[in-house]
C-alpha cells in the first residue's frame, strides 16, 4: 500500500529573488524556500499574528494580560542570571546556547541541531545548517545579526528522517514554525531561542558599521548592551564602545528590515527556553525558562553555571516616553554630550528587568508608530494585545 504524499509537498518553493507573500514585511524566516510556503498564509507572522493561539499549543497556557511579568516577558515558569563557569573560546558571550546544544546532541536527546554558520568568505553571511556534531555547533557560535532563512532547512528535516531536533532561532522563525510544527513527522521538538530586534540586511548590516565602528572591516561581533553602549569586539580582541544616544539616527533610522520595525516579539515568547542578556546585570546572560521542555534543556548544563536571581532596578518609563520624540525625529547627540549622557544614565538608568522594560517600551512604541503609519489596515489584527497595554501606557504622536 502505497501513503498518500502530504499535500505540502506538492507545493513548490519560490525561487531566489522572487517576491514574498508576506512583501515588504517579509523577515526572510526561509518558510517560502521550501514547500511549506504551503501554509504561509496561516504560519508567516507578518500575514498571521496568533500569539494566543501557538502559546496555548506550546506551552499549555497563553499570557495573563493581568500580569505585568507575562505580558513583557510571555509565558514563563522561572527566571535568573547566569554565565558558564568556563566560558567557550570565541563565543559571543559565554556559550550558554552552544553548551546546551551540544549536550543534548552528545546525550541522545536530539539527533540534529539547527542552527547558524557563517559563509566561508563573509563572517556575516549566515548559513543554516543541521548540525549533527559538536564541532558543527561550535561553528555557529557568535550572533548573525543579518536576516537569516533559518527554516529553509525543513525540507531537510522530513526528508532525513530525522525525529528528535532542536532548533535554535528568533521570533519570525520560531512563529512560523511553531505553525507547522505537527507537519514535519517529529516526536519531539526542543526550541532554544534568542531575544532579537532590529536586524538588517547584509547591505544594511554594512552601513551599520561603516556608519558606527572606527574599523567596520574588523569587527567580529556586537551588541546593544545593558550600559547603554553598542560594543564591538574586533579581530585583535580590543572591545570599542559608542553610546547609544552618538549613534548617527538620521543615517541608520531606515537601515533595519520592515519586518523588524513591525515585529512585537523581542522576547521569543514560543520558544522552550530563552538566554539573552537584557534581563540581567552586565556580564550576566538572561534565562527564561518558558515550559518543562525548557527546565530539562537547562538542567542539562546548570552545574557548569554561576547563577543569581533577577533583579530590577530603576525607573523606565520618563526615558522611554522621550525617546519617542526623539528617534521620530533622528536626533543625534554630539559624541561628548552622548557619551556623558551615557555615563548619567549607566549610574541612575533601568537595570535588570527594567533594563529589558525600556529596550521593550522603546521598541514597541517605535513600531507600533511604524505600523500605524505605513500599515494601518494591518495595525488592529497585527499587533498583540499584550503589545497593545504596553505602548497605552505612553503619549504617543497624533495620526
Known amino acids: 500500500m502505497t501513503l498518500a504524499q502530504p499535500s505540502h509537498q506538492k507545493a513548490k518553493a519560490l525561487r531566489p529573488g522572487a517576491r514574498r507573500p508576506a512583501k515588504d514585511l517579509c523577515s526572510e524566516c526561509g518558510l517560502c524556500d521550501t514547500y511549506y510556503i504551503h501554509y504561509v498564509k496561516e504560519a508567516c507572522a507578518f500575514l498571521n499574528q496568533q500569539f494566543p493561539q501557538l502559546e496555548t499549543q506550546t506551552h499549555g497556557r497563553s499570557r495573563d494580560l493581568d500580569s505585568d511579568d507575562d505580558c513583557y516577558f510571555g509565558v514563563h515558569q522561572d527566571m535568573m542570571a547566569a554565565r558558564k563557569q568556563q566560558p567557550i573560546e570565541g563565543a559571543q558571550w ?16 536530539v539527533e540534529g541541531v539547527v542552527c547558524v554558520q557563517n559563509t566561508a568568505d563573509d563572517r556575516f553571511q549566515p548559513m543554516p545548517v543541521i548540525a549533527r556534531t559538536p564541532a558543527d555547533i561550535l561553528a555557529a557560535r557568535v550572533n548573525k545579526p543579518t536576516l537569516s532563512p533559518n527554516l529553509s532547512v ?11 531536533l532542536l532548533v535554535i532561532g528568533v521570533g519570525c522563525q520560531i512563529q512560523a514554525l511553531r505553525a507547522v510544527e505537527d507537519k514535519l513527522g517529529l516526536e519531539q521538538l526542543y526550541v532554544l531561542g534568542t531575544p532579537c530586534v532590529d536586524n538588517v540586511t547584509r547591505a544594511g548590516l554594512q552601513k551599520f558599521l561603516e556608519t558606527t ?42 537601515v533595519f528590515a520592515p519586518s523588524c520595525m ?8 514560543l520558544a522552550d527556553l ?3 542578556y ?5 556580564g550576566w546572560q538572561w534565562i527564561v525558562v518558558r515550559n518543562d521542555r525548557g527546565q530539562g534543556m537547562l538542567d542539562l548544563v546548570m ?17 522611554v516616553q522621550q525617546s519617542i520624540p526623539a528617534y521620530d525625529k533622528g536626533v543625534t547627540l554630539p559624541m561628548w554630550a552622548a557619551k556623558l549622557m551615557g555615563v548619567v544614565i549607566e549610574k541612575i538608568g533601568p537595570k535588570g528587568l527594567e533594563y529589558a522594560r525600556f529596550s521593550i517600551d522603546s521598541h514597541f512604541t517605535r513600531n507600533y508608530l511604524f505600523t500605524r503609519r505605513n500599515y494601518p489596515e494591518k495595525l488592529a489584527q497585527h499587533v498583540p494585545e499584550f503589545a497593545k497595554r504596553i ?3 505612553y503619549k504617543l504622536p497624533p495620526q
Open 391 to 393: 505602548v497605552s501606557r
Open 262 to 269: 513591525s515585529c512585537f516579539d523581542y522576547v521569543n515568547g
Open 274 to 276: 530563552v538566554v539573552g
Open 303 to 319: 552545574d557548569q553555571l554561576d547563577v543569581q536571581p533577577v533583579m530590577s532596578q530603576g525607573d523606565r518609563t520618563a526615558a
Open 213 to 254: 565602528s572606527r574599523s567596520p572591516e574588523t569587527v567580529v561581533h556586537y551588541e546593544f548592551m545593558q550600559d547603554f553602549r553598542v560594543h564591538f569586539k574586533h579581530e585583535d580582541g580590543s572591545t570599542e564602545t559608542v553610546p547609544f544616544f552618538g549613534l548617527n539616527t538620521k543615517e541608520l533610522k531606515d
Open 154 to 164: 525543513l525540507e531537510q528535516i522530513e526528508q532525513s528522517g530525522l525525529k528528535r
Open 278 to 282: 537584557m534581563g540581567a546585570p552586565f
Open 94 to 109: 559565554t556559550g550558554i546556547v552552544s553548551t546546551i546544544a551540544i549536550e543534548m546532541l552528545n546525550r541522545g536527546l
